[in-house]
Nanobody, 119 residues
Framework: QVQLVESGGGLVQAGGSLRLSCAAS????????MGWYRQAPGKQRDMVAT???????NYADSVKGRFTISRDIADNTLYLRMNSLKPEDTAVYYC?????????????WGQGTQVTVSS
């Protein structure tokens, strides 16, 4: 198991930037994949960005070129840098650790951090 704690959310104007952090309770070096997901009110939770153990990244089309996922293995922390934010990016953002290698749904989730983008 691994516990995850997100931080860095908040209220920002359209065009602004935020950096989300996800602190893990243990080493993330061997975790199969980690990622950021988001859920807007009344909608399902969707993948935003993922990073594999080998460092390969994947992004939702809606955030490509604006968001960057990264990790600091020494600090056991996952990041999401969000630039050029839009009102449609408003959601609760969740960190995920696929530590079993069975997919995100079988991994650990953080409690979420709210991101609100005003127009």
């Amino acid at each position: 198991q691994v516990q995850l704690v997100e931080s860095g959310g908040g209220l920002v104007q359209a065009g602004g930037s935020l950096r989300l952090s996800c602190a893990a309770s243990r080493s993330i070096f061997s975790i199969n994949a980690m990622g950021w997901y988001r859920q807007a009110p009344g909608k399902q939770r969707d993948m935003v960005a993922t990073i594999t153990r080998g460092g390969s990244t994947n992004y939702a089309d809606s955030v490509k070129g604006r968001f960057t996922i990264s990790r600091d293995i020494a600090d056991n922390t996952l990041y999401l840098r969000m630039n050029s934010l839009k009102p449609e990016d408003t959601a609760v953002y969740y960190c995920n650790a696929d530590f079993r290698g069975l997919g995100a749904d079988f991994g650990s989730w953080g409690q979420g951090t709210q991101v609100t983008v005003s127009s």
